[in-house]
C-alpha cells in the first residue's frame, strides 16, 4: 500500500486520505507497555499533553514541559509499531514565533521518532502551521475546547453554543487546514456545528466531545478504561472499570502479605529451582 511508510506504521498521507471514510480510531498512550496493548487495534497513538494529569497529578496541563513530552513520545514509539505517534507540543514550546514552534517541533520529532505534532490553536495559529509543514514538519491542529488556554477562559468550556463560538470554531478549523494541517482534532463542540464542520472541512476532523459523524474519534485512555478521576467528562465511554481492579488486586496482595500467604514457597528461589 503506497501511502503506508517502509518501517510499516500508518502514515500522514494514509491519515489524511481517510476523510469521509472509516472512521479513524486514536487513544492517547503515555508508556511503552501501554501503547503496546493499544497498538494492534488503533490508527493514531496521541502522546496527549493530558499526560500532566494523568500522569504527574498537575490540575492542568500548563506545567508539562518539552522534556516530559519527548520521554513519553519516545517510550510510545519503542511500545508499538503500527500506529501513528502524534506528540503535542505542550504550552510556552510554540506560540511566541514560527521559529520557537519549528526548533521545538523539530526537537520532539527527532528525538523520539513519531510521525507528527500536534498543537492547540485557531486562526493565530494557521501562520505558524504554515511555517512548519512548509518545512516537513506535520501538523495535527486541535480546535474547540483548547484546554491550555484554560487561564484566559477561566476554565474549561463547550464551544459553538452561540452563532459567535460556532462561527469561529468553524474559521479556526478552515485557517488551520488551509495552513496545511494533514487532520484536526475537535474538543468540546456542540455536535451540529462538529456534524457541520466535518462535512465542510477537507481534512479529517477527530472528535472528543464533539460529534459521531467526525471522520474519528480520540479518548484519553485512562478516562475510558475508568483508571483516571472520579469526575467523569460527559463525552467519555467508560468500556472498563481498572480503578476497581485495581483497588481490588491492592488488597488482595495486602492481605496474603500481612498473613504471611505470599510469597509461597514456588516465589521462592531454593537450591533445587
Ligand atoms: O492531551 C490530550 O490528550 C489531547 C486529547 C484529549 C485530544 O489533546
Redesign the pocket.
Known amino acids: 500500500m503506497s501511502s503506508v511508510v517502509r518501517s510499516g506504521r500508518i502514515s500522514v498521507p494514509a491519515l489524511r486520505a481517510r476523510k469521509g471514510g472509516t472512521p479513524i480510531v486514536?487513544l492517547?498512550a503515555y508508556t511503552a507497555p501501554m501503547a503496546g496493548h493499544l497498538d494492534p487495534h488503533v490508527d493514531v497513538l496521541?502522546?496527549?499533553?493530558?499526560?500532566g494529569m494523568?500522569i504527574y497529578g498537575f490540575e492542568t496541563?500548563l506545567p508539562v514541559t518539552l522534556e516530559m513530552m519527548i520521554a513519553h513520545a519516545a517510550a510510545v514509539v519503542r511500545g508499538s509499531s503500527r500506529a501513528c505517534v502524534i506528540v503535542?507540543l505542550p504550552w510556552g514550546t510554540y506560540r511566541e514565533s514560527p521559529e520557537q514552534a519549528y526548533r521545538n517541533a523539530a526537537r520532539l520529532l527527532a528525538e523520539t521518532g513519531a510521525g507528527a505534532v500536534?498543537l492547540?490553536g485557531g486562526q493565530e495559529m494557521a501562520e505558524t502551521i504554515a511555517f512548519l509543514t512548509a518545512r516537513g514538519i506535520p501538523v495535527c491542529g486541535?480546535v474547540g475546547l483548547m484546554?491550555q488556554d484554560t487561564l484566559m477562559e477561566g476554565g474549561y468550556r463547550a464551544t459553538g453554543r452561540t452563532e459567535d463560538s460556532a462561527a469561529r470554531v468553524l474559521a479556526d478549523a478552515m485557517a488551520v487546514a488551509e495552513a496545511g494541517a494533514f487532520m484536526i482534532?475537535l474538543?468540546g463542540t456542540l455536535e451540529p456545528v462538529a456534524a457541520g464542520m466535518t462535512r465542510s472541512i477537507a481534512v479529517p476532523i477527530?472528535g472528543?466531545g464533539a460529534s459521531p459523524h467526525c471522520d474519528g474519534q480520540?479518548?484519553?485512555t485512562d478516562d475510558m478504561l475508568g483508571l483516571y478521576g472520579s469526575f467523569q467528562p460527559r463525552f467519555v465511554k467508560r468500556y472498563a472499570e481498572l480503578a476497581l481492579t485495581v483497588a481490588e488486586a491492592a488488597a488482595c496482595y495486602a492481605e496474603d502479605v500481612r498473613t504471611r500467604r505470599f510469597p509461597a514457597m514456588e516465589h521462592c528461589y531454593t537450591l533445587s529451582r
Do not use: F, M, R, Y
Open positions: 486514536a492517547t496521541l502522546v496527549g499533553d493530558s499526560l494523568v496541563t503535542d500536534k492547540e486541535h484546554p482534532v474538543e477527530i472528543i480520540v479518548l484519553v
